[in-house]
Each structure stands twice: as structure tokens, then as C-alpha cells.
């Protein structure tokens, strides 16, 4: 499987941006999908991650309000509709991909073995 993240850009801050995170090569619709992002000199991060089923979307305390995950299974896509952007949501985004379901509605980066190439959201105050 290989995962194809999309949609970065620059926004004012206040604004929205959609991220979407296509697949290719198998069917992830048995995969738990999640989005993680890296701003410069810290770590990857969690933000939201949804279940095989679409049910149980989960964010981190610091985008919930603002960030909607969703995914649309007979595309074989997902995305992370992003409102109320904040000059502090500036990073690369990475969605990744992990085969059944969590454990956790906190995954770290050790939970998922599949990762998209990251796309770049800079917010600007």
C-alpha cells in the first residue's frame, strides 16, 4: 500500500485547508488511518485517526473543535477538513495507515507502519 498525502498550502490564519491522504496498490478499508504532523525541530505529533468503519474519530486535545477527520472508503481515501487555523498548526502533515484497529485512541508513530510522503500547511498570523 502506498499512501499519497495532499492538499498543504499557505493560509491565512482563521482560514480552512482539506488534506486528503489517497491509497493505492490494496484496499484500505481495513486499516485505521491517521494523521500526524512534524513542525520544524519537534517531534511527529498525533492529531486525529478514525477506524476501518469511519466510527470512533479521535483528535488530539490541541486541533479538537477545529479538525474533522473523515474517509470515504469506496475511494479508497481520507481527509482532515482543518478550520480555525492557527499560525501554530504550521507543519508537514503525514497520513499513515495501520492494518485492523487500535488499541488506543492515542496512537503514537509506532502504531502505524504506513506512511504517505507529507504534505506542507503554513499558517500565517
Known amino acids: 500500500v502506498q499512501l499519497q498525502a495532499s492538499g498543504g498550502g499557505l493560509v491565512l490564519a482563521g482560514g480552512s485547508r482539506r488534506l486528503s491522504c489517497a491509497a493505492s496498490?490494496?484496499?484500505?478499508?481495513?486499516?485505521?488511518i491517521a494523521w500526524f504532523r512534524q513542525a520544524p525541530g519537534k517531534e511527529r505529533e498525533f492529531v486525529a485517526t478514525?477506524?476501518?468503519?469511519?466510527?470512533?474519530?479521535s483528535y488530539a486535545d490541541s486541533v479538537k473543535g477545529r479538525f474533522t477527520i473523515s474517509r470515504d472508503n469506496g475511494k479508497n481515501a481520507a481527509h482532515l477538513q482543518m478550520n480555525g487555523l492557527k499560525p501554530e498548526d504550521t507543519a508537514v502533515y503525514y497520513c499513515?495507515?495501520?492494518?485492523?484497529?487500535?488499541?488506543?485512541?492515542?496512537?503514537?508513530?509506532?502504531?502505524?507502519?504506513?506512511w504517505g510522503q507529507g504534505t506542507l500547511v503554513t499558517v500565517s498570523a
Open positions: 496498490g490494496r484496499n484500505v478499508n481495513a486499516y485505521t
Open positions: 499513515g495507515a495501520s492494518l485492523g484497529s487500535l488499541a488506543t485512541t492515542r496512537p503514537t508513530r509506532s502504531d502505524f507502519d504506513l
Open positions: 478514525i477506524s476501518w468503519s469511519g466510527d470512533w474519530p
